[in-house]
C-alpha cells in the first residue's frame, strides 16, 4: 500500500515538472532577439509608431518588405500594427527571411524603414517561429505611390478619341530606393497599363507626336487624360489629303489618324483619303499616317473651302525600310506587301537562268578549244565532243524549263508576270 502510493507521488511530481518545464521555462527559452537578415519567421507583426514624443501609431498605412516581394502589403490597423506573412496558391503560410527594410506608403508618400527589435518567438517546442518588430517613421518621401497592382490609364485627344501609340513613361522608387523607369505604349484605344505588382509610382509622363507632353502626380489609375495638340487647330466639317513614299509615289492601305486618333480611313489606289467625322464637325491639328510600321505626319492644314479642310501631303517610307523588302533600292519598291515574295521569286529564278546559260556557253567553247588542240587524240576529240553536246543538251533543258515556268507560273500559278 505504501509502495503504491510512493509511486503515485512520484509520478505526480513528474507530471508536474514536465508541465512547468513545457509550459513555462520553453516559452521563455523559445523567444529571442535576433536580427534583420538572421530572423526565419511564418508571420511578421510590425508596429509603426511616428517620431512624436510619446510615439502615436501609424494606421492605415499600407506595409511590406522591400526584399521579399511575395509578401503582400497589408494596411496597419488603428494601433499601427501590420500583420504579413507570405502564403501559397492554397493558403498555407511559407516560411520567410527578413532581409531587409520595410516599405511605409500612406497618402501618396513612402518611406524606406528599418525593423527595429525583432523579436523571434517559438509557441510550442514543435511550432514555427512568429516575429515580431518595431518601426519609427520620421519623414516621408513626397509625391510616391504604392500600386500594389501596377498602373493604368486612357489617353485621349480634345475630341475624345483614343490615341494610339503614345508614349507613358512611368518614374518609380525600386525596391533598394534607387530611382528607375518603367514605360509602355497606348494602344488602338488609347489604353495603356503597367502590370508590376507593387509598384512604387513617383510620376508619370505622357508623350505623343503632334501633342503636347504632360505630366502627371503619382497615381495608380490616371483615368482618361486628355493631350492638347502642340499646333494650332483647324475647324473642319471634312478634310482630304494624300500620303506618298519618299520618292513620291502613291502609298495604298495607309491608316490615317488625326490628332492620334484612328479615322478608321485608309488611302485608295492614288494614296488619297478623305474624312468628314461622322457627319460632325471636329478641329484638326496634326495629321500622320501609318502603313506596315512607317509612319509620317503633316501640320499643314489649311482651308479650302467653308468646313473643307485640305492637308499636306503625308510622306512616309515604303514598307520594310530602307534597303529591305519594299524599301528604296529594292526590286517592287512600290508593290503591294503581298507582292514582294513574288517578285523576289521572279528575280531569283531569272539570275539562275542567266548562270546556268553562261556556264553552258563557257563550256561550249572549252569543248572547242579542245577539239582544235587535239590534233590526231582521239581521246580528246572525244572529251571535247561529249563537252559541246552535254552543254548544248543543258541550253535545251533551261529552255524547257523557263518555257515551264511561264506557262505554269503566269497561266496556272500567277507568279511570274
Same mark, same amino acid.
Given at each position: 500500500?505504501?509502495?503504491? /502510493?510512493?509511486?503515485?507521488?512520484?509520478?505526480?511530481?513528474?507530471?508536474?515538472?514536465?508541465? =512547468?518545464? =513545457?509550459?513555462?521555462?520553453?516559452?521563455?527559452?523559445?523567444?529571442?532577439?535576433?536580427?534583420?537578415?538572421?530572423?526565419?519567421?511564418?508571420?511578421?507583426?510590425?508596429?509603426?509608431?511616428?517620431?512624436?514624443?510619446?510615439?502615436?501609431?501609424? +494606421?492605415?498605412?499600407?506595409?511590406?518588405?522591400?526584399?521579399?516581394?511575395?509578401?503582400?502589403?497589408? /494596411?496597419?490597423?488603428?494601433?499601427?500594427?501590420?500583420?504579413?506573412?507570405?502564403?501559397?496558391? *492554397?493558403?498555407?503560410? $511559407?516560411?520567410?527571411?527578413?532581409?531587409?527594410?520595410?516599405?511605409?506608403?500612406?497618402? @501618396?508618400?513612402?518611406?524606406?524603414?528599418?525593423?527595429?527589435?525583432?523579436?523571434?518567438?517559438?509557441?510550442?517546442?514543435?511550432?514555427?517561429?512568429?516575429?515580431?518588430?518595431?518601426?519609427?517613421?520620421?519623414?516621408?518621401?513626397?509625391?510616391?505611390? /504604392?500600386?500594389?497592382?501596377?498602373? +493604368?490609364?486612357?489617353?485621349?485627344?480634345?475630341? &475624345?478619341?483614343?490615341?494610339?501609340?503614345? =508614349?507613358?513613361?512611368?518614374?518609380?522608387?525600386?525596391?533598394? @530606393?534607387?530611382?528607375?523607369?518603367?514605360?509602355?505604349?497606348?494602344?488602338?484605344?488609347?489604353?495603356?497599363?503597367?502590370?508590376?505588382?507593387?509598384?512604387?509610382?513617383?510620376?508619370?509622363?505622357?508623350?505623343?507626336? &503632334?501633342?503636347? +507632353?504632360?505630366?502627371?502626380?503619382?497615381?495608380?489609375?490616371?483615368?482618361?487624360?486628355?493631350?492638347?495638340?502642340?499646333?494650332?487647330?483647324?475647324?473642319?466639317?471634312?478634310?482630304?489629303?494624300?500620303?506618298?513614299?519618299?520618292?513620291?509615289?502613291?502609298?495604298?492601305?495607309?491608316?490615317?489618324?488625326?490628332?492620334?486618333?484612328?479615322? @478608321?480611313?485608309?488611302?485608295?489606289?492614288?494614296?488619297?483619303?478623305? =474624312?468628314?467625322?461622322?457627319?460632325?464637325?471636329?478641329?484638326?491639328?496634326?495629321?500622320?499616317?501609318?502603313? *506596315?510600321?512607317?509612319?509620317? +505626319?503633316?501640320?499643314?492644314?489649311?482651308?479650302?473651302?467653308? @468646313?473643307?479642310?485640305?492637308?499636306?501631303?503625308?510622306?512616309? *517610307?515604303?514598307?520594310?525600310?530602307?534597303?529591305?523588302?519594299?524599301?528604296?533600292?529594292?526590286?517592287?519598291?512600290? $508593290?503591294?506587301?503581298?507582292?514582294?515574295?513574288?517578285?523576289?521569286?521572279?528575280?531569283?529564278?531569272?539570275?539562275?537562268?542567266?548562270?546556268?546559260?553562261?556556264?553552258?556557253?563557257?563550256?561550249?567553247?572549252?569543248?572547242?578549244?579542245?577539239?582544235?588542240?587535239?590534233?590526231?587524240?582521239?581521246?580528246?576529240?572525244?572529251?571535247?565532243?561529249?563537252?559541246?553536246?552535254?552543254?548544248?543538251?543543258? /541550253?535545251?533543258?533551261?529552255?524547257?524549263?523557263?518555257? $515551264?515556268?511561264?506557262?505554269?507560273?503566269?497561266?496556272?500559278?500567277?507568279?511570274?508576270?
Amino acid at each position: 500500500m505504501k509502495k503504491a /502510493l510512493t509511486l503515485k507521488l512520484i509520478a505526480s511530481f513528474i507530471i508536474t515538472f514536465l508541465f =512547468y518545464k =513545457y509550459n513555462v521555462i520553453s516559452a521563455h527559452a523559445d523567444s529571442k532577439a535576433c536580427s534583420v537578415g538572421d530572423c526565419e519567421c511564418i508571420t511578421l507583426s510590425v508596429t509603426v509608431n511616428d517620431s512624436s514624443a510619446p510615439p502615436n501609431p501609424v +494606421s492605415s498605412a499600407f506595409v511590406s518588405v522591400t526584399a521579399q516581394p511575395f509578401v503582400s502589403p497589408q /494596411l496597419t490597423d488603428s494601433s499601427g500594427v501590420a500583420d504579413l506573412d507570405i502564403r501559397d496558391i *492554397s493558403g498555407n503560410r $511559407l516560411l520567410f527571411n527578413i532581409s531587409g527594410p520595410i516599405r511605409i506608403e500612406k497618402a @501618396g508618400s513612402t518611406a524606406q524603414v528599418a525593423l527595429e527589435h525583432i523579436i523571434q518567438t517559438r509557441p510550442h517546442l514543435t511550432g514555427s517561429f512568429s516575429c515580431s518588430a518595431s518601426a519609427t517613421l520620421s519623414t516621408f518621401s513626397p509625391g510616391t505611390v /504604392l500600386c500594389p497592382s501596377g498602373v +493604368s490609364g486612357t489617353v485621349q485627344n480634345n475630341s &475624345g478619341t483614343g490615341i494610339e501609340g503614345a =508614349y507613358v513613361s512611368i518614374g518609380v522608387v525600386e525596391a533598394d @530606393g534607387s530611382p528607375g523607369l518603367r514605360g509602355t505604349n497606348t494602344g488602338n484605344a488609347g489604353h495603356w497599363s503597367i502590370g508590376f505588382p507593387n509598384l512604387s509610382v513617383a510620376n508619370i509622363t505622357i508623350t505623343a507626336a &503632334g501633342f503636347q +507632353s504632360k505630366v502627371l502626380p503619382a497615381q495608380c489609375d490616371t483615368g482618361v487624360v486628355r493631350l492638347t495638340p502642340s499646333g494650332a487647330a483647324t475647324a473642319c466639317d471634312e478634310i482630304r489629303g494624300k500620303v506618298k513614299d519618299s520618292f513620291g509615289n502613291a502609298v495604298q492601305g495607309a491608316r490615317v489618324f488625326i490628332d492620334g486618333g484612328n479615322t @478608321g480611313v485608309t488611302t485608295d489606289v492614288a494614296g488619297a483619303w478623305s =474624312y468628314d467625322g461622322g457627319g460632325t464637325g471636329f478641329t484638326a491639328s496634326v495629321v500622320s499616317a501609318e502603313r *506596315s510600321g512607317a509612319t509620317g +505626319s503633316t501640320t499643314n492644314i489649311s482651308l479650302a473651302g467653308s @468646313g473643307l479642310c485640305v492637308a499636306g501631303d503625308i510622306i512616309i *517610307s515604303s514598307a520594310g525600310g530602307p534597303g529591305g523588302p519594299g524599301g528604296p533600292g529594292f526590286p517592287g519598291a512600290n $508593290l503591294p506587301t503581298a507582292a514582294v515574295p513574288e517578285k523576289l521569286m521572279g528575280n531569283i529564278q531569272l539570275l539562275a537562268i542567266a548562270i546556268g546559260t553562261i556556264i553552258a556557253i563557257i563550256r561550249i567553247i572549252l569543248g572547242a578549244l579542245q577539239i582544235a588542240g587535239g590534233g590526231d587524240n582521239p581521246i580528246a576529240l572525244e572529251a571535247g565532243r561529249d563537252m559541246i553536246t552535254s552543254s548544248i543538251l543543258g /541550253l535545251l533543258v533551261i529552255l524547257f524549263a523557263v518555257t $515551264l515556268l511561264r506557262v505554269i507560273g503566269s497561266s496556272v500559278l500567277g507568279i511570274i508576270n
